[in-house]
């Protein structure tokens, strides 16, 4: 049975049917039943790391109140996390043979062969699922060219796609294991099609319809696959925290450049001289450095040093995919391929003029600056500025702040 479906069928909340509320504890909100903090099946507290999460927590659970129970909730997902997840390791991976073994989209993209039984042409659904179908494995096949530049596959004679999966899933949050475990168990919907939906290469229609293309579901269970889809993407959506990443460039500007925001006119052009310079990319980079190796901060690229905006625009590039390519390509070259994990890119449009921010967040270990035709820095922030640090100063800071990692 799968390790969800078996944790359900326990009684997985302990409710003493006071009035549900939220208190502070620790630095964390705690969701209390009258004084008693609320527990989970083998008395894990609910302490959760944003007030907007702990509201989603009292509102499922209200609803549960007068409501037919959902099949899932945030509560019941934090649960199983906590009971299952920490207390003996993640359930999946004893069981990631046998669900490699069932999956169809496993054995199609293994042995281009189905080992399920399709419509046949004489239903009514046939052509529904023969399109349904034939869109998801472009949409796997996108997922496999996509994932494949990202983790690391080793060459054998092996298929690599069923490595890949088990790459792809091991990469992923907790919360976000618990969510495919939750669905796949849920569904019987086997590990690519939950797999997919988590990381966001298809949409919930999308895989409910593939659940009925495959004969899993009848087409009037939809009414019942999609909200189970809502409760956790809900979860997922109100776990990420509320940082810089989630702000417009306009509120950020008026904060003014300090210890975690810094203006950059360009990327690559000097203005003065009308050319590209390879100090001005250089001067971002070392921001970026710093913010990755302090605590992390925004970088706005197009915004003049009074806050007034310049826009990508002054780069030159012919659109704003190639001025991304090229920032990425810096990134990877003189920060390394790893730390992109920690930056994230967003354009907006402001004054008529692109900006782009650039939201870092602190790097597991530390980076160094190596940009071609100069010297190798490290730099961390101070105050407003990016201050590179010489041998002896590096080595002691990278002790203290990265654990001598």
């Not at 690519?192 to 009037?220: D, F, H, M, N, Q």
Request: proline content about 5%; hydrophobic content about 40%.
């Amino acid at each position: 049975m799968n390790p969800f479906l078996d944790y359900t069928e326990k009684k997985w909340l302990n409710r003493t049917g006071e009035q549900i509320d939220i208190t502070m504890y620790n630095g964390k909100y705690q969701v209390v039943q009258g004084t008693v903090p609320l527990l989970t099946f083998h008395g894990k507290e609910y302490l959760l790391g944003s007030e907007r999460l702990a509201h989603l927590f009292i509102t499922d659970l209200m609803y549960m109140e007068f409501a037919k129970e959902p099949r899932i909730s945030a509560p019941l997902l934090y649960a199983f996390q906590k009971d299952v997840f920490e207390l003996t390791g993640d359930p999946f991976l004893g069981e990631w043979d046998n669900l490699l073994v069932v999956d169809p989209f496993v054995t199609l993209k293994t042995t281009g062969k189905f080992n399920f039984h399709p419509f046949s042409p004489d239903d009514d659904l046939f052509s529904f699922a023969f399109v349904s179908f034939s869109a998801l494995v472009r949409s796997i096949n996108e997922f496999v060219n996509s994932t494949m530049s990202e983790v690391i596959v080793q060459e054998t004679d092996a298929h690599p796609f069923p490595e890949l999966l088990r790459l792809s899933y091991a990469r992923l949050s907790v919360e976000k294991k618990v969510a495919v475990q939750a669905l796949s168990g849920l569904h019987h919907s086997g590990i690519v099609l939950p797999l997919v939906l988590i990381s966001g290469v298809i949409t919930p229609l999308e895989y409910a319809k593939g659940l009925i293309a495959l004969k899993i579901k009848e087409p009037g269970q939809m009414p019942e696959i999609l909200p189970d889809i809502t409760h956790v993407q809900d979860y997922l959506e109100c776990l990420e925290q509320r940082t810089d990443a989630g702000r417009h460039a306009g509120l950020i500007i008026r904060e003014g450049e300090n210890e975690t925001i810094e203006f950059k006119s360009t990327l690559r052009w000097d203005i003065r001289a009308g050319k590209t310079n390879q100090a001005v990319e250089r001067a971002s980079l070392k921001t970026i450095a710093a913010f990755l190796n302090s605590t992390g901060g925004t970088l706005l690229i197009g915004v003049r040093d009074d806050g007034s905006i310049e826009g990508i625009e002054s780069d030159k590039f012919v659109n704003e995919d190639k001025f991304l390519l090229h920032f990425w390509t810096l990134i990877r070259t003189c920060l390394g391929r790893d730390v992109s994990p920690y930056i994230r890119t967003t354009l907006e449009k402001m004054d008529e003029k692109t900006v782009c921010m650039v939201h870092c967040k602190m790097c597991n270990r530390p980076v160094f600056l190596r940009q071609p035709g100069a010297d190798e820095a490290f730099y961390i922030r101070v105050g407003p500025s990016s201050n590179a640090m010489d041998i002896s100063e590096a080595l002691k800071y990278i002790e203290d702040h990265f654990n001598g990692s």
